[in-house]
């Protein structure tokens, strides 16, 4: 079964950075559909960004509106590790963030259906 170990996260001041970082073992695809959620508590899951890695040259994203522009998400094949670099952090992006994956088969969007969670890291921006 695949596993997925995320490490990054912490506490920041408002504007600064933070990188989580998603490291996927057990199984590895060569086409998978990733992706990074949070929850704050009392909210709804929201999705952040997902990327589909088809092998091919070019690794498509998708960005909630809240993110767009602030946060990339990546993926380094020879680590099979996903990343989000999140910028500009502001105080509702509090939160605990969580990385998902599955196989690339159809969807990989904000919508996408996931089979294997990580177990989440609490990222927390003061103002």
């Known amino acids: 079964q695949v596993q997925l170990v995320q490490s990054g996260g912490g506490s920041v001041q408002a504007g600064g950075s933070l990188r989580l970082s998603c490291a996927a073992s057990g199984y590895t695809y060569s086409r998978k559909c990733m992706g990074w959620f949070r929850q704050a508590p009392g909210k709804e899951r929201e999705a952040v960004a997902t990327i589909a890695i088809s092998g091919g040259p070019t690794n498509y994203a998708a960005y909630a509106n809240s993110v767009a522009g602030r946060f990339t998400i990546s993926h380094d094949n020879a680590k099979n590790t996903v990343y989000l670099q999140m910028n500009t952090l502001k105080p509702e992006d509090t939160a605990m963030y969580y990385c998902?994956?599955?196989?690339?088969?159809?969807?990989?969007?904000?919508?996408?259906?996931?089979?294997?969670w990580g177990q989440g890291t609490q990222v927390t921006v003061s103002s």
């Open positions: 998902a994956a599955d196989r690339l088969v159809g969807y990989c969007g904000l919508e996408a259906d996931f089979g294997y």
